[in-house]
C-alpha cells in the first residue's frame, strides 16, 4: 500500500506542477514591469461564440450594467481570500482577467455620516461637515479596513514548482483552479447579460452644480 500511495502522490505532484507551469499568464502592470501572474485571456475575440452574439458583445464593453455582477463576483473572490487575493482587468482594452496579490489594513476612521456616508477620523457623534449634509457622524460599530492591491508585484515568477512541498503545491493549485472557475462564472454573466438586454442610446440630464453671482440688493 505504502508503494501505491507513494506511485499516487508523484503522479498527483506532476499534474500539479503541469498544471501551474503551464497555466496562462500576463503582466501585473505592463510590459516594461515584466512581472506576470495566473491570467485569464477574455478579449471577444479569443471567446467561443455565435455570430451574432460576438458581434453583439462589443455594444455591451462600455455599459458598466453589464460588469455589476462580474464586480459582485470577484468581490466574492477577495473576501472569501481575506483579501490577501484579488482579480483584475488588466491590457489595453481590458482584455485579460489577472490575479493579484493584495491585503487590507485599518484605515483609522472612527465615524461615519449617517446620510452621505462619508468616513472621518473624529471619534464622537457630531453633526456632518460636508457642505450641505444634515447628517450625523455615529461611530463605526467594528473596525473599518482599507483593501489594497500589489499591481507591480508578480505571483511565482520564474519558481520551480518541482521543489514545492506537496503541501503547498495543493495550496496553490486549489487557489488557481479556483480563480479559473470565477474567470468561467465572469464570462458566463457577461454573455448572459448580452444575451438578454440591447444598448440604447438616451439622452439623460445630469445636475450640476455651479457658483454663480447673487445681487445682494
Not at 503522479?11 to 501572474?37: D, G, K, P
Not at 457622524?137 to 518541482?162: A, I, M, N, Q, W
Amino acid at each position: 500500500m505504502a508503494g501505491t500511495e507513494s506511485v499516487i502522490t508523484m503522479a498527483s505532484r506532476e499534474r500539479f506542477v503541469e498544471y501551474l507551469a503551464n497555466h496562462f499568464r500576463y503582466y501585473t502592470m505592463s510590459s516594461w514591469n515584466r512581472s506576470t501572474s495566473y491570467a485569464r485571456n477574455v478579449k471577444i475575440h479569443h471567446l467561443t461564440l455565435d455570430p451574432e452574439t460576438r458581434s453583439r458583445t462589443y455594444e455591451f464593453l462600455d455599459i458598466p450594467e453589464a460588469f455589476e455582477e462580474i464586480n459582485e463576483l470577484i468581490e466574492a473572490f477577495s473576501r472569501g481570500h481575506d483579501y490577501r487575493w484579488h482579480v483584475g482587468f488588466n491590457g489595453r482594452s481590458n482584455g485579460y482577467l489577472v490575479l493579484y496579490r493584495g491585503g487590507k489594513e485599518k484605515s483609522g476612521y472612527k465615524t461615519r455620516c449617517n446620510v452621505c456616508g462619508r468616513l472621518t477620523w473624529y471619534e464622537t457623534p457630531e453633526p456632518c461637515h460636508v457642505e450641505a449634509c444634515d447628517g450625523t457622524l455615529e461611530p463605526l460599530s467594528e473596525e473599518h479596513y482599507r483593501v489594497f492591491t500589489y499591481p507591480g508585484k508578480g505571483v511565482d515568477d520564474d519558481v520551480d514548482f518541482s521543489e514545492w512541498a506537496t503541501e503547498d503545491l495543493e495550496d496553490r493549485v486549489r487557489l488557481i483552479r479556483e480563480f479559473d472557475r470565477l474567470c468561467d462564472a465572469c464570462v458566463r454573466s457577461f454573455i448572459r447579460f448580452v444575451k438578454t438586454h440591447r444598448v440604447e442610446e438616451r439622452e439623460i440630464l445630469v445636475p450640476k452644480t455651479m457658483r454663480v453671482a447673487v445681487n445682494l440688493r
